[in-house]
């Protein structure tokens, strides 16, 4: 009885003791939970620009004379003269005598042709009394006709004599004339072939010499980039012909000429699928402008870029903020990550030209993003750049095998990527 006793007790206090701890636990003020906010995403961006200016092209060439003559000998003989200036890189006066070849004997031949000339004029004068006083004595039928036609015969036929000798005159004049060789521009001498005392035989090669009041360039530019440019073509010149600027470095210093595009070629390469403008250079060795600038040589290797259409109310931007072709993340006005969807009107390796449906206060975030949630929170930490908006720019085509590299930087090389605005 006193052990079941004990054992009911000390099952009570147990019991109680477990109440006891139950009744506290329940009453124990709750831990406050604190909320750790989410972590913003650190991000580089840069202000997003609208253009206000044209597109630039970019392509390259090399320069080559407009006007480029090969003097051929027209006549043999042996060359008595040759002017100082008809050397490598001489420059000349327009008709002014660059060789000359022996004459006497184109003299001589003249003066033969000019005496039997004269002897037929001669005869042929009295060839006209003798007819006109046969003709005086058909009338009175004192002549039978078949004698006043013989007379006429004779007469035409030293007529006909006179027109034949005259053409050999002709062209002994113009014999005599090729022995003095002279072309009818200002120019170069780019090639000597010939040397005093040689002797030449009509078709010998004498030189090469071009004119250096114009030179061209051929650049080479992909058909999405004349989609950028009003560019004359045949049958259709545009009201301003595109400007050209041409970039060199001269001396080891840069220098830029300036010039236009006069017409394509009207044909699109078969292996290349490119399609040619041609710039002119005005006095490309500036023999006009008083020593300037730096002559433009021939055969110099230029970068060009040519000014195209209006890129007016287009946003340009680095080609790193574009995602997907189509996406790019922007850092709105209250430091959160938006998406907007573009349509790329021109893509270059630089940059890219997209339409305008940004929010103000929108900045390019160009920073990669792994996970992009819009709404995310971002923490900006800003570039101090300056785009350049005003200088659309583009790229610049394949050259064809075996021409140089770019005479400066071509920072903005690749295929053009285009879809209609």
Known sequence: MKKTTLALIAAAMVLGALAVVAILAAMRPQPEVEERPAMAEIVDVLPIK?????????????????IETQLVAEVSGKVIRIADEFVAGGLFQADQVLIEIDPSNYRNTLAQAQAELKRLRAAHRLARQQLDRFENLYQRKNISKSDLEQRQ???????????????????AQRDLERTRIHLPYDGLVKERSVDLGQFVAAGNPLGTAFSVKEAEIRLPLSQQDSAFIDLPRPG?????????????????????????????????????????????????????????QP????????????????????????????????????????????IRQVQVVRSTPQQVYTNDVFQPGDRAVITAIQTPIPGMALKIRDLDADQDDSEPSAPAPVTSPGEPGNAEPADDQGAAHVVAP
């Open 153 to 171: 015969s004779e007469a035409e036929q030293t007529q006909a004599a006179i027109q034949s000798q005259q053409a050999l005159v002709q062209q």
């Open 50 to 66: 609208t253009a206000h200016s044209q597109f630039q092209l970019r392509s390259q060439g090399t320069v080559q004379p407009r």
């Open 295 to 338: 002559p433009l040589p021939i055969g110099t290797f230029v970068s060009a870029r040519i000014q195209g259409r209006s890129a007016e109310g287009l946003v340009v931007l680095p080609r790193v903020a574009l995602r997907n072709g189509d996406q790019v993340y922007v850092a709105d006005g209250d430091d959160k990550l938006a």
């Open 236 to 292: 259709y010149r545009p009201p301003l012909l595109p400007e050209v600027a041409l970039h060199a470095r001269v001396g080891g210093e840069p220098v830029t000429w300036h010039g236009e595009i006069v017409r394509t070629e009207g044909v699109v390469d078969e292996r290349t699928r490119l399609i040619y403008a041609v710039a002119r250079v005005q006095d490309p060795y500036d023999l006009e402008g008083g020593g300037k």
